[in-house]
């Protein structure tokens, strides 16, 4: 096996730049019962043990500490408490309340709700953690205000809203935005371009079509966006956007208002076949994810697994532009020995 000539950080930043790396960074996304049952399988005590076994380049987060007021009766700061919902072998953490869900107005929301700030927050610690880290691509900050939203008002009346209270959705989503703007500026500041990666995301497709219309997505979302990703490279850093599902058709408007890395790229959702992407849009961003996680690292068999990979390095990072991950968190449901196959193929086939 070759062995590295750069640092994680190093091959992530060669390949945000159009640089040529040693070869394609390995990112990983999973459930917490799933790195578990990996530690376990490759007899490893954390998953930092396993990100440096597997070489795998994943990034160092940094965040705010919360400060602010006194939570209360079981409720986080935005007033939700949730439930877990258990689905077999692992469970997810789910809203069990929409605190936002009987609001009808402007004025009545002004009354009786507060929004968090970057006040209740200490970034003090940040700077020293970077430090910490130099070898680590880090990110920091960033936005996702439309499924706080869904939260704070539930699916149904959040889909409702954008025909029956445009104008208390629209104060709704700005004032989430200015949380996330305060809460990433400050991040930004303890560090002063050292945070690599912002992530601005919103979930705008299903598996096989947009969640909302594009004349929505352009008027509610979109602009929120671009305040984002204009803060982000404002400060030196490169823009990780996350959106599942078949969302082809916003890659044009999300290239347009300031995308430098889409993610996670399901194939198998209609419209996102990784040939097309590259073509007709592999000069303009880079493509970060792309292993199904549907059937194949769950289903399928290490073989296939490592088919899959070598065939994504072959046409996502045909003349760079690839990092290589599953399209979306690892479930506990699939065998550990694929995961160590996507892994282990990334570093037979990844190499430049």
Not at 30 to 53: C, I, N, Q, Y
Request: negative net charge; aromatic residues 10%; hydrophobic residues 35%.
């Amino acid at each position: 096996m070759k062995k590295d000539t750069m640092t994680g950080r190093e091959r992530w930043l060669a390949v945000l730049k159009r640089q040529k790396p040693d070869r394609i960074p390995m990112d990983y996304w999973g459930t917490k019962e799933a790195g578990e049952k990996l530690m376990k399988h490759l007899r490893l005590p954390d998953m930092d043990s396993v990100f440096k076994k597997l070489r795998i380049d994943k990034p160092f987060w940094v965040s705010g500490k919360y400060n602010g007021p006194e939570l209360k009766d079981g409720l986080d700061m935005y007033g939700f408490k949730f439930r877990r919902v258990a689905y077999g072998n692992g469970s997810y953490e789910e809203v069990a309340n929409h605190p936002l869900a009987e609001f009808t107005s402007i004025e009545e929301l002004r009354k009786n709700y507060v929004f968090p700030t970057a006040d209740w927050f200490d970034y003090s610690h940040i700077k020293a953690e970077v430090e910490a880290h130099p070898d680590r691509i880090v990110q920091g900050g960033g936005s996702e205000p439309m499924l706080t939203y869904k939260y704070l008002r539930g699916d149904e009346q959040a889909f409702m809203d954008f025909i029956e209270n445009p104008e208390l959705m629209q104060y709704i989503l700005d004032r989430l935005m200015e949380f996330s703007y305060q809460n990433t500026s400050r991040i930004l500041e303890q560090a002063p371009g050292k945070i690599n990666i912002t992530y601005v995301a919103e979930d705008l497709g299903s598996q096989d079509d947009l969640l909302y219309s594009p004349a929505h997505i352009r008027q509610f979302l979109l602009p929120n966006m671009k305040k984002m990703m204009d803060l982000t490279h404002q400060n030196g850093g490169f823009v990780f956007t996350h959106t599942d599902g078949a969302s082809r058709k916003m890659i044009p408007d999300l290239i347009d208002i300031g995308m430098d890395v889409l993610n996670p790229i399901q194939w198998n959702c209609k419209g996102m076949e990784i040939e097309g992407l590259k073509k007709d849009f592999g000069d303009k961003i880079i493509f970060h994810g792309a292993v199904d996680n549907q059937h194949c690292i769950p289903f399928g068999t290490p073989e296939e697994v490592r088919k899959e990979v070598k065939n994504n390095i072959e046409i996502l990072g045909k003349n760079g532009g690839y990092i290589l991950a599953p399209c979306h968190n690892i479930q506990v449901v699939g065998p550990s020995e694929n995961v160590v196959a996507l892994y282990e193929a990334g570093l037979e086939y990844g190499w430049n």
